[in-house]
């Protein structure tokens, strides 16, 4: 079965950077885009971006441009997501999901979440 | 960016109740829409994709409808366990955005 599953929560100073696994089980890795969607608390999501582990190009959304980095190891089926210069705002559970990338766009698995907090 | 917007923000409702909630967008998307169930503490599943498409194993009681810029998430006959936060979000153009939610809580 179709599973991603994330790695644990991090608890992190600001300034510092983070770096959260998605591992993919269940499915070819390289046929599906890996997204990153975050949450903060009691808040709505947040697109982030996404990578096509086949070829290992990005797309970014403009507001984490220069400070996210996805990335894979397609090798370990596993795809990565680090956020640079963490301020308190960045603090949520980050989710990872899966999308085929045809024509149309969904994301019909999810990772179970990774919280993030950001604290001094 | 496309921005999305949803009404109502947050509704209670009872079990059997035919719910619908409104999602529109700023520019035309066509039918670029998927709809999102989220429970407390849980990660998003997907109900509805391409505006109408039921996905596989979720129950009839739901649907979906719309094109252009506004869209709806329907629930026929709202059971137990469809009391959550409903997401719409845009695939029509990056970055693909969700709008602010609607909570369903039990009246």
């Known amino acids: 079965q179709v599973q991603l599953v994330q790695s644990g929560a991090e608890v992190k100073k600001p300034g510092a950077s983070v770096k959260v696994s998605c591992k993919a089980s269940?499915?070819?890795?390289?046929?599906?885009?890996i997204y990153w969607v975050r949450q903060a608390p009691g808040q709505g999501l947040e697109w982030m971006g996404r990578?096509?582990?086949?070829?290992?190009?990005?797309s970014y959304a403009q507001k984490f441009q220069d400070r996210v980095t996805m990335t894979r190891d397609t090798s370990i089926s596993t795809a990565y997501m680090e956020l640079s210069r963490l301020r308190s705002d960045d603090t949520a559970v980050y989710y990872c999901?899966?999308?085929?990338?045809?024509?149309?766009?969904?994301?019909?698995?999810w990772g179970q979440g990774t919280l993030v907090t950001v604290s001094s | 960016d496309i921005q999305m917007t949803q009404s109502p923000s947050s509704l209670s409702a009872s079990v059997g109740d035919r719910l619908t909630i409104t999602c529109r967008a700023s520019?035309?998307?066509?039918?670029?829409l998927n709809w999102y169930q989220q429970k407390p503490g849980k990660a998003p599943k997907l109900l509805i994709y391409?505006?109408?498409n039921l996905r596989s194993g979720v129950p009839s009681r739901f649907s979906g409808s719309g094109s252009g810029t506004d869209f709806t998430l329907t629930i026929s006959s709202l059971q137990a366990e469809d009391f959550a936060t409903y997401y719409c979000?845009?695939?029509?153009?990056?970055?693909?955005?969700f709008g602010p939610g609607t909570k369903v809580d039990i009246k």
């Open positions: 999901a899966r999308d085929k990338g045809d024509v149309y766009n969904w994301n019909d698995y």
């Open positions: 990578i096509n582990p086949n070829s290992g190009g990005t």
């Open positions: 979000q845009q695939s029509y153009s990056t970055p693909f955005t």
């Open positions: 391409a505006a109408s």
């Open positions: 520019q035309s998307i066509s039918n670029y």
């Open positions: 269940g499915y070819t890795f390289t046929g599906y885009y």
